[in-house]
């Protein structure tokens, strides 16, 4: 039987709770995502097992980390994993579209498989499935909320100048109905 832990760390996206699985992170989860699991399943409450996570996210928020350097044991499909392996290949700062990353996987015509398991990503911002938008460059979905993805590209995008951007305003910004699916990764 594994053992299973979480925290909870403040961020400019709001709460983000961790998850491990004997030390390893499993998930990295916002409030009010789709696709977050019960509370329930994540374990003890310990901090612990999360001082590389909680301080490489401070360093990605604060601006001094472009790329995360975590082992992460996360569950999927095949096609899942290779999705997931691929956003990890997005560089900060840039974006893709669902039909450029399924070329990229060799599947130029999944880009609907592509976009249902990036809905899966466990692990959003650590695997940087809000870099993915649709084909006119649209944001087209994210797990945590379109207004999230917005401030994380628009985070990015202010990489050059490196200034601070203000925590994310807590009523989110509603354009429409959210979207079916979310981007979220997985690697094993």
Known sequence: MQHRAHTV??????????????GVLTGLYMDRQRYRPEE????????APFGAAVRQLEEYFDGRRTVFDLPLALTGTAFQQ?????????PFGAT????????????PTA???????NGKNPVGIIVPCHRVVG?????????????????LLAFEQ??????????????????????????HHSVP
């Open 9 to 22: 760390m403040d961020s400019p996206v709001g709460p983000l709770t961790l998850v491990a699985a004997d």
């Open 40 to 47: 329930h399943t994540f374990g003890e409450r310990d901090p």
């Open 82 to 90: 290779r999705v997931w392996a691929a956003l990890c290949e997005i």
């Open 96 to 107: 893709v579209s669902y039909g450029e990353l399924a070329e990229r996987l060799g599947r």
């Open 111 to 117: 880009a609907r498989a592509v976009g249902l398991a």
């Open 135 to 151: 084909s006119s460059g649209d944001l087209t979905g994210y797990g945590g909320g379109l207004h999230r993805k917005r401030h």
């Open 158 to 183: 202010r990489a050059e100048d490196r200034a601070p951007m203000a925590p994310l305003p807590s009523e989110p910004d509603r354009h429409g109905p959210e979207p079916l699916f979310s981007v």
